[in-house]
């Protein structure tokens, strides 16, 4: 008798990921590649599993669509904060998470009905790592922020090759573990045009991490001010990021619920 997996597709501005409250199985790395796949699976960006933890109210773990795992995820995490509060598996509406990149604070905020409709997120400092790639575009800022990511500043974000640029900035030597890349046109002081290629999952339509290190950088270079709201605006939508003086960074967007499912393994 075959056995059954149960999930939750979910996303933030159209970064979807399916959600396993339970442990990680051992085949993932294959699971992952199956279920993600848009046209023989479910359809996905990565799955995430949820848990309980010894130093948080909850943990969760990431992996993205080709099976690799992530230390974090902005848009991911807004989703568990709404998995367990809509699910009364908690009635905290501020939480912790425990994250490979470290622990982690939301602040949910509670729509009609008594569910989560969005979330802020405690994303820790961000950090400016060695290594920086030339492209004709300029050259990338290698941020850290959870994961690691390269941003580049560019004038027309719309033109850029992102299936072109996006494996080679992956897979440069000089990130052995993958690295994410990031494409921002400045439209403001308080607003950025961001466009992503994700380490693992390819073109997606948003990244809460990427958010942060766009913002980031924009921040250290000096196009937007630090401790004000960013109006990050991405393929599925806006996140509002705050860089604050010291470095520390906060994300704000939404988290819906698509649907609940079951597939046999």
Not at 5 to 21: A, E, R
Not at 63 to 69: I, L, T
Not at 211 to 219: D, G, I, S, T
Request: hydrophobic share 40%; proline share 3%.
């Amino acid at each position: 008798m075959s056995s059954k997996l149960c999930f939750t597709k979910m996303q933030g501005l159209g970064n979807d990921y399916l959600y396993v409250y339970g442990a990680v199985p051992k085949d993932v790395e294959s699971l992952c590649v199956r279920l993600c796949d848009r046209h023989f699976g479910v359809g996905a960006d990565g799955m995430i599993f949820i848990g309980g933890s010894s130093t948080a109210d909850f943990s969760m773990r990431i992996f993205n669509a080709d099976g690799s795992e992530a230390d974090m995820c902005g848009n991911g995490i807004r989703c568990v904060g709404k998995y367990v509060f809509d699910r009364g598996l908690t009635q905290k509406t501020e939480l912790t998470v425990e994250t490979r990149a470290g622990i982690r604070t939301l602040s949910l905020t509670v729509g009609d009905g008594g569910r989560v409709n969005a979330a802020a997120v405690d994303m820790g400092r961000g950090t400016l790592l060695d290594g920086a790639l030339l492209l004709p575009m300029g050259t990338g800022m290698a941020v850290a922020v959870g994961n690691a990511h390269v941003v580049y500043f560019t004038k027309e974000v719309g033109d850029v090759p992102l299936s072109l640029w996006g494996p080679m900035i992956e897979h440069d030597d000089r990130f052995p573990n993958g690295v994410n890349a990031e494409f921002v046109e400045i439209l403001s002081s308080t607003r950025l045009r961001m466009r992503v290629w994700e380490r693992g999952s390819g073109v997606t339509l948003a990244c809460g991490t990427g958010a942060c290190a766009a913002a980031f950088a924009a921040v250290c270079r000096g196009f937007c001010r630090a401790d004000r709201p960013i109006e990050v605006i991405l393929d599925g939508g806006s996140l509002f990021v705050t860089v604050e003086a010291d470095g520390d960074i906060r994300m704000e967007g939404p988290a819906e619920t698509v649907f609940d499912g079951e597939v046999a393994l």
